[in-house]
């Protein structure tokens, strides 16, 4: 059974830059894409992105290049960063993966909240 | 991008229902549609994909049709577990969007 962990601070100050881990098990971390979407509190679900195993990237423009995502494959781990962030990214953050080519979001993390405040 | 637009945005039922959640897309997605089921501290869990396959361990009490613009996920018979929030999703093409949610409570 696929289970993805997403892990970081649960409090950004506004300009900084807010990071985040999702950490994958119980399946071989090749073969996919894995992704980031969000959910503001009270507001429907954004595509913040995703990685293929080789680097390639595909984000959401509406982060207008905001948004950054790493993968380490030794450690089956991927990484989200968004840079200059406002009270607008608080929001529960979900990592997932996607099965590729058809873009089917089959497994999601429980999600971290993420409160941007100073 | 693609806007999907599910209704209703909630619905009350009573176990043993029949309950039927519609999405339109704004342009054509062939079948590239999926539905996923949420409930509230847990991960989200897909329950269909490509508009009317069962993903893998869902009761088949879940059943989903359409193609183009307009798609449905239907509960043949509400099962206290199925009180939950479902979104639509399309995967034709990037950015990916989602529906804004229909909630089905309690009735």
């Known amino acids: 059974q696929v289970q993805l962990q997403e892990s970081g601070p649960g409090l950004v100050k506004p300009s900084e830059t807010l990071s985040l881990t999702c950490t994958v098990s119980?399946?071989?971390?090749?073969?996919?894409?894995w992704g980031w979407i969000r959910q503001p509190p009270g507001k429907g679900l954004e595509w913040i992105g995703y990685?293929?195993?080789?680097?390639?990237?595909n984000y959401n423009p509406s982060l207008k290049s905001r948004a950054t995502m790493s993968v380490d494959t030794s450690k089956n781990k991927f990484s989200l960063k968004v840079s200059s962030v406002s009270a607008a990214d608080t929001a529960v953050y979900y990592c997932?993966?996607?099965?590729?080519?058809?873009?089917?979001?089959?497994?999601w993390g429980q999600g971290i909240l993420v409160t941007v405040s100073s | 991008d693609i806007q999907m637009t599910q209704s209703p945005s909630s619905l009350s039922a009573s176990a043993g229902d029949r309950v039927t959640i519609t999405c339109r897309a704004s342009q054509s997605i062939d079948s590239y549609l999926n539905w996923y089921q949420h409930k509230p501290g847990q991960a989200p869990k897909l329950l269909i994909y490509?508009?009317?396959s069962l993903q893998s361990g869902v009761p088949s009490r879940f059943s989903g049709s359409g193609s183009g613009t307009d798609f449905t996920l239907t509960i043949s018979s509400l099962q206290p577990e199925d009180f939950a929030t479902y979104y639509c999703?399309?995967?034709?093409?990037?950015?990916?969007?989602f529906g804004g949610g229909t909630k089905v409570e309690i009735k």
């Open positions: 999703q399309q995967s034709s093409s990037t950015p990916l969007t």
């Open positions: 119980g399946d071989s971390f090749s073969s996919y894409y």
């Open positions: 490509a508009a009317s």
């Open positions: 990685i293929y195993n080789s680097g390639s990237t």
């Open positions: 997932a993966r996607l099965t590729s080519g058809s873009l089917i979001l089959d497994y």
